[in-house]
């Protein structure tokens, strides 16, 4: 107790004389923060807690963690850039349902038909697939990821390979250097391009996990493209071209070169299912394609709702549509990993998990890393890409996702899907309910990291 009076007095004995100042400095913060950035009512609240509770180091905290005001000013000019990509769209069909309307009108891309679609539940499953594609590649190969993958080593020969062929090979990472560009320096020394989502001195020393490009995919010619991040679909048809125009928007973003769009469209395939590309990030400010995609899978499920992320934190919109959707009638399970890859996701996962149970929904607990981002609605229509299922995500990252509408398609993803949570552990009400108090007291801290997350 003495040693804890101690650093009391030495803090107050700090603070006092210059008490006037921080003041002031925390009045102008707190003024910056509720007139002009944009933030939920729960993020308000916190953060002007944190300033209070811990002056000037508070507002340190912010800037690092919590200030949307960077979003406002260098997004703004993207958004703009973005249209010279997407402008030349194709006319929505008669066939148009009311999702892929609403998407489209929120700012996703337009659904496309004739694309023959491939799911992997496990993302190495796709590795031999990948690799005849772009050994097969005749003109360029484009990767985006938030970081050059560990397990990429098989297709990293291939792609050294065909940059020296002479291919057009363009690497985008969110991040730089600390080992998340792993093969990078080798593949630009033999001619391949590469240039980070951010400027290289914010993607070096950002702090904060906002405003990340978590958008994982890879196109071949424009005509074949991989999108999703632990689980994942192959993609063969118009959707490839529309994903590579995303690719080119993001390219100019990053690198400040405009490389156009591609001359040549790709034919539709006779057969082919429809697929809609649906992008969504800060640039987009008051627009949420992505949000309002979740709400629609789950609103317009009748019969199963199936979904599995790698982390459970949605907002109260998407609380309140899965709780009425358990409610109707409907199916819905959710698959989580037990182990996150920050401590306290897990427990935040399972304490938003509880609710949900409460409701009706079943949860599954796994004992190994998911990072698949997948949600399928009446094994008919599925969702496969980088979003997670949390509100800061769905906010401040930068995702995009494949909406593929296949019965054969979303039938493979829910059959994956019901097969690994046979292999997992399902979490009732009474579990959570009889946790220990060490548990209890993880949560509660926990909860309070969830907007570092």
């Not at 102008?28 to 209070?52: G, H, K």
């Not at 199936?306 to 819905?332: C, I, Q, R, T």
Request: with cysteine.
């Amino acid at each position: 107790m003495t040693f804890l009076t101690d650093q009391v007095i030495a803090y107050v004995t700090f603070v006092l004389p210059i008490w006037p100042q921080l003041l002031v400095v925390d009045l102008a913060a707190l003024a910056v923060m509720i007139f002009w950035e944009r933030l939920d009512p729960r993020s308000l609240i916190f953060w002007i807690t944190v300033i209070v509770i811990l002056p000037f180091a508070g507002i340190v905290l912010f800037a690092l963690f919590g200030s949307t005001l960077y979003s406002g000013w260098r997004f703004k000019r993207k958004s703009g850039d973005d249209e010279r990509f997407f402008k030349e769209r194709p006319d929505p069909r008669e066939g148009e349902s009311v999702m892929q309307r609403s998407l489209r009108e929120l700012g996703a891309d337009v659904s496309t038909e004739g694309n023959m679609v491939r799911f992997y539940w496990n993302r190495s499953d796709f590795f031999s697939d990948a690799r005849a594609d772009l050994c097969s590649a005749a003109e360029s190969i484009y990767i985006m990821a938030r970081r050059t993958p560990r397990d990429m080593d098989v297709l990293f020969e291939t792609l050294l390979e065909k940059t020296r062929q002479g291919l057009d090979v363009r690497i985008m990472t969110s991040t730089l250097w600390f080992g998340r560009t792993r093969g990078v320096r080798k593949l630009r020394k033999a001619g391949a391009r590469f240039c980070t989502f951010h400027n290289p001195l914010y993607s070096a020393f950002m702090k904060k996990s906002a405003y990340r490009n978590m958008r994982t995919f890879m196109i071949v010619d424009g005509a074949i493209a991989y999108e999703g991040r632990g689980a994942g679909v192959r993609l063969e048809g118009p959707s490839a071209d529309r994903l590579e125009r995303r690719f080119r928007a993001d390219w100019l973003h990053g690198s400040g070169e405009d490389m156009g769009v591609r001359r040549t469209a790709t034919a539709p395939i006779a057969g082919g299912a429809d697929v809609q590309i649906v992008s969504d990030g800060p640039d987009l400010f008051e627009s949420s394609p992505m949000m309002t995609c979740y709400s629609d899978l789950i609103g317009g499920a009748r019969e199963s709702l199936y979904m599995s992320f790698p982390y459970l934190m949605p907002n109260d919109e998407l609380y309140s549509s899965v709780k009425l959707a358990v409610l109707s009638g409907v199916d819905v399970r959710i698959l989580l990993p037990r182990r996150s890859r920050r401590w306290y996701q897990s427990w935040n996962s399972l304490a938003a998990a509880y609710p949900l149970m409460l409701a009706g929904v079943r949860v599954y607990f796994a004992d190994k890393s998911l990072a698949k981002c997948i949600m399928v609605a009446d094994r008919r229509v599925v969702s496969v890409g980088s979003s997670d299922f949390t509100t800061r995500s769905l906010d401040l990252d930068f995702n995009t996702s494949a909406v593929v509408y296949s019965r054969d398609v979303a039938g493979q993803a829910a059959d994956d899907l019901l097969r690994e949570a046979e292999g997992a552990a399902e979490c009732h009400p009474e579990d959570y309910e009889s946790r220990s108090l060490s548990d209890m007291f993880k949560i509660a801290v926990s909860r309070m990291l969830m907007f570092f997350n």
